[in-house]
């Protein structure tokens, strides 16, 4: 998949950005536009989580252009760490307002594509607002994905679900919490009535085959 298969302004706003795509975007690009369950093992600044994200926010764009994106939860980032889902939500931020200046640039109105944070640090005035209007993006961790699969309203909103990334799949695939979060996948999926696309992200996998066959 080349930069030439993005939406203009999402290839216009990569290139200003980064100039060209990283080996692991070159290989991730097609497989993850093709609906492949995708593990991504490469190095730390590599633009492997650039690489799980950057499709499904061009399919958003496209989506919302067209008028036919729903106000509801499409991807949904799990992160072991809750300090680094705040991160990914910051980063998330760069592309979608540098994506919204260029379609300004060329004369259209940018659709409202919206990310949020929920773990259990999350204010409850922030629930609240997610389930008034749901993001289209949301970053959680494990336990907090549990959580919600636990409660009507957060089943709800993650019914909707298309494509799921796991961060950091390495810290997860041999351990109680891995397993944990395997069967909370195995939840949505049902929840969902779809196969869901699944990203894994890390920069340590040892055995790869093993870390694929987690995910």
Known sequence: MSLESFHPAVRAWFEGAFGAPSEPQRAAFPAIARGESTLIAAPTGSGKTLAAFLVAIDDLVRRALADTLEDAVQVLYVSPLRALSHDIHTNLEVPLAGIAAELRARGVEPPAIRSAVRTGDTPALERA???????????????????????????????????????????????????????????????????????????????????????
């Open 129 to 215: 607002w997610m389930k008034r209007l749901a993001p289209h993006i949301l970053v959680t961790t494990p336990e907090s994905l549990y959580v919600l699969l636990g409660s009507e309203s957060g089943r709800k909103m993650l019914s909707t679900t298309r494509s799921v990334i796991v961060d950091e799949v390495h810290a997860l695939a041999p351990n109680k919490r891995g397993s944990h979060l395997a069967l909370s996948l195995e939840r949505l999926e049902a929840l969902c009535q779809r196969r869901l696309l699944r990203i894994g992200l890390s920069a340590t996998q040892k055995p790869v085959d093993e870390v694929a066959r987690f995910l």
